[in-house]
């Protein structure tokens, strides 16, 4: 499997006050294509700052992060824009959905922010609200919609640009247990189909499906399993 995502020695410290805190110290991990991992870890542990690293919205205070291959530090602003809007799917665990949108322009709010024109996109994204069970709902308006209905344009909007690894920040964290569950069976289908998938969670049964755990304490990786 080819590597997507290395990061090498990374720290992130942020400074309040005069303080300095470090809320990832001394990282080293690998993310390869076809991967499904979980990060475990309790509230300020640094899963979230660890997962904005990987995923290229933030820059570590030291350290080095290549994409496939490539030191992100050498890429400009507009080329990591373009990597996280084609390559790089969000799942948010409050959704993030647009309120005045319908549920059909909420999932093309990534094709609208692409340079390319994408032929077919109108039935590429019926297809995938078909395939999520939305399509009798690609007219509503979020608020209209249950949280597990939400969480599920979310994961449209998410892969709908077809991205090689998909990043999922507490995707049950809102929802009933019915919910959560078949949030995790559409993003596991989805690693099925040959996505990549991290998933940050503190719920350690979500955890253990995964085929990698790692875990964050203090922002240090102090444990990581492979199954």
């Known amino acids: 499997m080819?590597?997507?995502?290395?990061?090498t020695d990374v720290t992130r410290t942020f400074e309040l006050h005069h303080m300095r805190t470090k809320a990832v110290s001394g990282v080293n991990l690998e993310i390869s294509s076809g991967d499904y991992l979980s990060i475990e870890g309790a509230s300020g542990s640094g899963k979230s700052t660890l997962l904005n690293i990987l995923s290229l919205i933030d820059k570590p205070t030291e350290g080095t992060?290549?994409?496939y291959g490539e030191n992100a530090a050498h890429l400009s602003s507009r080329n990591l824009a373009k990597i996280r809007n084609k390559k790089i799917g969000f799942v948010f665990?409050?959704?993030?959905l647009l309120g005045?949108?319908?549920v059909y322009d909420n999932v093309y709010l990534p094709i609208k922010y692409s340079s390319d024109r994408i032929p077919g996109i109108e039935q590429r994204i019926d297809a995938l609200l078909d395939d999520l069970k939305l399509i009798n709902r690609k007219q509503h308006y979020p608020h209209q919609l249950s949280g597990g209905q939400?969480?599920?344009?979310?994961?449209?909007?998410?892969v709908v640009n077809d991205p090689d690894i998909v990043f999922a920040d507490e995707p049950t964290g809102n929802l009933d247990d019915s919910s959560a569950s078949d949030v995790i069976g559409i993003l596991e289908s989805l690693h099925k189909r040959g996505k990549t998938l991290c998933i940050v969670t503190h719920?350690?049964?979500?955890?253990?499906?995964?085929?990698r755990r790692i875990r964050l304490d203090g922002g240090k990786l102090t444990e990581f399993f492979v199954e």
């Open 100 to 102: 005045h949108l319908t």
């Open 150 to 158: 939400q969480q599920r344009v979310a994961i449209a909007r998410a």
């Open 93 to 96: 665990q409050t959704f993030n």
């Open 203 to 211: 719920n350690s049964g979500i955890a253990m499906r995964a085929h």
């Open 65 to 67: 992060v290549t994409y």
């Open 2 to 7: 080819s590597s997507i995502i290395k990061l």
